[in-house]
């Protein structure tokens, strides 16, 4: 800058503001690049992509479809259709109470103790002491209260530090 010219604020303001634009342009992030969004927008990101599997194949025709499977006899058919229909009454109807001990579908592991069905009771304190709600006295019957003594002299000049400065 030349002596005596004055900064130009608002162009300087102006060209700050541009250079941060340009420095937040150049983002790692592929979700912020300008680029991969724009590669994204026109479509040319899927260019790179493998095609789907059998795009080429011939597309499907009546010799492809498997054939009708054989119906099963009737005697067959009326016993599953019996067993279905008693599924189905015994699921309407509600479960009973189950009676006697929960049955465990699992062995315990060996080495690894079986889950107690309940936890453990509370752990039992001991009894503390009572305490008295009467004050103590401060100091027995005829003992004369200790005096806290003379106070100590203050240090002689030539141990003290100098006077701090002005």
């Known amino acids: 800058m030349i002596a005596g010219q004055s900064i130009n604020w608002p162009v300087a303001r102006q060209a700050a503001c541009g250079l941060l634009l340009l420095v937040a342009a150049c983002s790692s992030d592929p979700q912020l ?4 969004a724009w ?5 040319a990101n899927l260019e790179s992509r493998l095609p789907p599997p059998g ?8 010799g492809m479809v498997p054939a009708r499977p054989d119906r099963p006899d009737p005697r067959s058919r009326a016993t599953l259709d019996s067993a279905l229909a008693a599924d189905r009454a015994q699921s309407r109807e509600p479960l009973g109470v189950r009676e006697g001990p929960a049955v465990s579908f699992v062995a315990p592991a060996p080495g690894r103790p079986a889950l107690p069905a309940a936890p453990p ?7 503390a002491p009572s305490i008295p ?10 003992v004369a209260a200790p005096s806290p003594g003379e106070v100590p002299a203050l240090p002689t000049p030539d141990l003290l530090g100098p006077a701090p400065p002005r």
Not at 39 to 43: L, V
Not at 121 to 127: F, G, R, V
């Open 133 to 142: 709600w009467t004050a103590p006295p401060i100091l027995a019957p005829g």
């Open 39 to 43: 590669r994204e927008i026109t479509g």
């Open 33 to 36: 690049n300008p680029a991969t």
């Open 121 to 127: 009771p509370p752990p039992s304190l001991a009894a």
């Open 55 to 62: 795009l080429n194949d011939p597309s499907g025709h009546l």
